[in-house]
């Protein structure tokens, strides 16, 4: 019997009328399994993953597949948006014994959760080397059965392993100058600079190595830094993995020239470059960075919003082409035939000039991937804008990409940042309003009476999974955004909730190290643990972020104190892998600014005066400096006690290292101050 019917999960319920009798992930199946005297086949995957719809047409919705499967095997099926906890704790395995991973990621357990064999993607027959599906699942069939105990050793040897794998770090030593000199040295080694980006294909937006290096050039002045994160930018905002037309960027680029991307479309990808590309534009006043703010911030409301105000998780990769096949791409790419049906002849020859569309085609069977390549024709940029929009039109009569509508705190966390900040820059309260519904969606139903978060929910029903880390420190790091932006102290105080659940619940009170799960939650095979990037900062490291600010909002020294002991692990892996930590050499970079704490009070908020000096305040590229705005005597930030007003105008008072400058009414000053 399938059992994934009344799961919440979108990429759960796509199996659900798979002939496979799937169990969800939980100790029902465990129990099955040892009843039985069967292996379980653990499959991990999310909803917009190609090769996990292809594996599941090929093999998951095959009869005779499925008929092995059900009598050799207990079959658990796992969304890893939704348990990123049991995902972290199998990948580690998988890579560890394959020097790979990805997904679908394929792995057999024994009836007590300790695995023994993995893969990812297996195709139904052997192919480019790879064993089929049917030959691995016979294979560890007749291990169980005629060799238990070689396989019962290898998982035990396996666990071992992975417990030996303990993460050791510098205690209590935080980066410094040196250790932030030699990441950005090594990541001028990996720099492209013909086409930004660092390293080779596939390339994958480096939102958060950006951001440190913006932060650093903010700090030290470092010309090479600004410039990486520029061009970069430039490159990306240019190429095929951003959608011309639409705005939002794809997950990643198959090719190191950012011309083909992998489609789908990631809610953490946005929220981050989103938030990356209104830093850049604060930075340089880059028009095209503006832009590209703007057009990535109206993608996600336009098209992840969800009824109840957060914002759904991804837009697949594929959709079907009109002939009722499902193609990668489709939804997003054009031939010179299409531009012509679309806009006739001349405004075609003009599209395709302009977004680079050819004959010979950049994609698939003649198709191009639109593009913005550098060329010295000038443009009409009303006519250009005409296009644009006649094409995004039509391309709205194609059939849609699938729409996984999960909402995942963290990637909320990400995203009410983004918008916040996103909509003060460019007086766009709408943005902010979009913000603010997305957060009070995850207090009104993702937090708990105990300010515990859970990690998913979906049509307003909230999931079962517990929330990790990086929900806590993401959550956090919107809601301090958030209180830095509409002077709502409210928000600030729903930080220090979460955050205090961190030092309770997820830090090593001997080391300082963080661990991606609570003490009190699900007992896996080893507690996960991980301080480096992957699609988004590390739990670890978003949590250091978020209580370096809380601590300069606050004063507050356990939180101050856990961000320093936190960061022992950037000093440790920054100049060795900058790439891979860029989070926390960004928090690292604020750290050593102080960071500086900006107060702005006035007679009202809405007073012409108050609002120049906030804006101000918010425009300041000084690393990771906190902004509070408020009434003189406002009790919601304490940055706001003992701050009055200068001869009755609105003030801003800039401290750092527990120095003050001297209060000022003036713009220029303030924004001097923030520059130094």
């Given amino acids: 019997m399938n059992r994934l019917a009344d799961e919440q999960s979108p990429y759960l ?101 300790e695995p023994f064999y993995f893969g990812t993607y297996f195709p139904p027959a052997p192919r480019h080397g790879m064993p089929g599906f049917r030959q691995v699942l016979e294979g560890v069939r007749q291990a169980w059965e005629h060799r238990r105990e070689e396989v019962t050793d290898v998982a035990a040897k396996i666990v071992r392993d992975l417990a030996g794998r303990e993460l050791a770090f510098p205690v209590a030593e935080v980066p410094g100058e040196s250790e932030l000199a030699q990441a950005l040295l090594g990541l001028t080694r990996e720099y492209d600079p013909q086409r930004g980006g660092f390293g080779g294909a596939p390339k994958f937006p480096p939102s958060m190595v950006v951001e440190f ?106 959709s079907d082409d009109g002939s009722g096949a499902y193609v990668e791409g489709a939804y997003y790419v054009w031939t010179p035939e299409q531009l012509r049906e679309a806009l006739g002849e001349e405004d075609a020859a003009l599209a395709a000039q302009y977004f680079g569309v050819t004959e010979e085609g950049t994609f698939e069977e003649g198709a191009s991937v639109l593009q913005l390549p550098q060329q010295e024709a000038v443009f009409d940029a009303e006519r250009v804008a005409g296009v644009r929009a006649r094409l995004l039109a039509r391309r709205a009569e194609r059939p849609a990409p699938g729409r996984d509508d999960k909402v995942v705190a963290a990637w909320n966390g990400l995203a009410v940042a983004a918008l916040a900040e996103t909509g003060a820059y460019f007086d766009r309260p709408d943005l902010v309003e979009a913000a603010v519904a997305a957060a009070d969606l995850l207090v009104r139903l993702h937090l708990d009476d105990h ?52 030092l309770a619940r997820f830090t090593d009170p001997e080391t300082g190290a963080l661990y991606d799960t609570a003490v009190d939650a699900e007992q896996l095979i080893r507690r996960p643990q991980d301080p480096t990037d992957n699609a988004t900062p590390s739990g670890w490291t978003a949590a250091a972020g978020a209580l370096l600010g809380y601590a300069a909002q606050t004063g507050s020294e356990p939180h101050r104190i856990a961000a320093e002991r936190a960061l022992g692990v950037v000093k440790a892996l920054g100049p060795r892998v900058p ?79 527990f120095t003050c400058d001297a209060p000022t009414t003036d713009p220029e000053r303030l924004e001097a101050a923030l520059g130094d």
Wanted: glycine share 10%.
């Fill in 579 to 657: 790439r891979f930590i860029g989070w926390g050499l960004a928090v690292a970079e604020a750290l050593l600014d102080g960071p500086r704490e900006i107060a702005v009070v006035g007679p009202a908020l809405d007073d012409p005066g108050t609002r120049t000096l906030h804006r101000t305040a918010l425009l300041g590229t000084a690393p990771g400096a906190v902004v509070a705005y408020g009434v003189p005597g406002g009790e919601e930030f304490p940055l706001l006690a003992d701050r009055p007003l200068t001869d009755g105008v609105a003030t801003a008072y800039v401290c750092r290292n």
């Fill in 213 to 318: 290096l913006l932060r650093h050039h903010a700090r030290t002045g470092a010309e090479g830094a600004l410039q990486m994160a520029a061009d970069t930018c430039e490159r990306m905002a240019r190429g095929g993995i951003y959608d011309q037309l639409g705005g939002g960027f794809a997950r990643y680029s198959v090719d190191r020239d950012w011309v083909v991307p992998h489609f789908e479309k990631m809610l953490y990808d946005n929220a981050l470059l989103c938030r990356v590309y209104a830093h850049l534009w604060r930075a340089t006043g880059s028009e095209q960075a503006r832009r590209v703010a703007l057009e990535t911030a109206d993608f996600l409301v336009r098209e992840l919003r969800t009824p109840e105000g957060g914002f759904a998780s991804a837009l697949d990769a594929d």
């Fill in 451 to 502: 300010a515990r978060l859970s990690r998913t929910s979906k049509d307003g029903r909230v999931g079962t999974g517990a929330g990790v880390l990086e929900d806590y420190g993401d959550v956090a790091e919107g809601f301090l955004a958030l209180a830095a932006v509409t002077g709502e102290g409210v928000w600030l105080e729903f930080a220090g909730l979460l955050l205090d659940h961190v």
């Fill in 13 to 113: 319920l796509q199996h659900a009328d798979n002939p496979v009798d799937w169990w969800p992930w939980g100790e029902e199946a465990f129990t099955e399994a040892r009843r039985s005297d069967r292996p379980l086949l653990l499959s991990v995957g999310y909803s917009s993953c190609h090769w996990c719809h292809v594996m599941a047409h090929e093999s998951f919705e095959d009869q005779e597949t499925a008929g092995f499967l059900n009598e050799h095997f207990v079959n658990v099926k796992v969304d890893r948006e939704e348990r990123p906890d049991v995902d972290a704790v199998y990948m580690e395995a998988v890579q560890a014994a394959t020097g790979q991973g990805g997904w679908p990621m394929t792995v057999f357990l024994t009836p007590d959760a």
